[in-house]
């Protein structure tokens, strides 16, 4: 990035550095699963069953971000900005819990899936300034591209007949997304080189992951993933596949590709500082 900066410098009219984070909303969402919750309770005398099940939709691209950025001024109006952004995403909760409470015993039979996004999107955009002063407005229109993994943690717990408890978690990467964003904001000015600046935008962007590979397993507080066969514990996602292949335990498990909402509406804070400015 300094090497940009420099070569940048002989034609740019200023250089500046930015720094900042904010939350994003989720936005373009798609079903990530259900939660289903069934209670049995019986007295002796009467018993009853209650059950609820709820849709689970959301976006990966959901969640805290923090960002650096460094750019130019190509003039006072038009500006070119690299900008670095870290997705720590929001945690979904989707399974199935099931509960019992009878006169002589009571227990469950839990299955609870969590699953989150990380990772870093790279984000070259232009941006037009219409105003100079204590406060000066913008507009930014530029391109994504990520490589985010999904993390999916798995829990299973059963007390029914005897205890039984697994811990097991899958990540999805390998993939590429390429997607745009839009955004508008201030600058607001506190000195001469230095800004604090407001964003509000939006990020539109689908994932498809290309492997994914079980990095734990835990039965009962025994790790035993390594005991595992590699078609347990390995994925390759194709958009195409023969259904038909032979099985092999020594290769990964092929199966059908999945998209991976990433979209959001977000809002940031941060400063803005000025390297360098060209004399007028």
Known sequence: MVMILLSA?????????????GYGLPAATS???????????????????????????????????????????????????????????????????????????????????????????????????????????????????????????????????????????????????VGFQIGVGFNWKLTDKLDFYTEAGFINMTYYAKEGEMTQNTQNGTDVLNQLPVVQKQILFKKEYDPNLPYDAAKPTIAGRGASPLSSLNAQVGIRFLLWRKPE
């Not at 049995?40 to 069953?49: A, R």
């Not at 900008?83 to 299955?111: C, F």
Request: aromatic fraction near 16%; charged fraction near 20%; avoid cysteine.
């Open 31 to 177: 079903k990530l699963g259900e939660k289903y919750v069934h209670a049995y309770t019986n007295t002796g005398t009467s018993s009853t069953n209650t059950y609820s099940n709820e849709i689970i939709s959301g976006s990966y691209g959901s969640g805290g971000n923090f960002s650096v950025s460094a750019g130019y001024e190509i003039n006072r109006n038009f500006l070119f900005d690299l900008n670095v952004q870290y997705l720590i995403g929001k945690k979904y909760e989707t399974g199935n819990i099931n509960t019992i409470k009878d006169v002589t015993y009571s227990g469950s039979d839990k299955q609870i899936i969590t699953t989150s996004s990380k990772g870093f999107y790279f984000n070259p955009a232009l941006v037009f300034s219409v105003g100079f002063g204590k406060a000066a407005p913008y507009g930014r229109l530029g391109v994504l591209a990520a490589s985010p993994k999904i993390i999916r943690d798995e829990y299973y717990y059963y007390d029914l007949d005897g205890t039984d408890t697994r811990n097991i978690r899958w990540q999805y990467d390998k993939g590429l997304a």
């Open 9 to 21: 410098a002989g034609i740019a009219q200023g250089i500046y550095l930015r720094a900042g984070g």
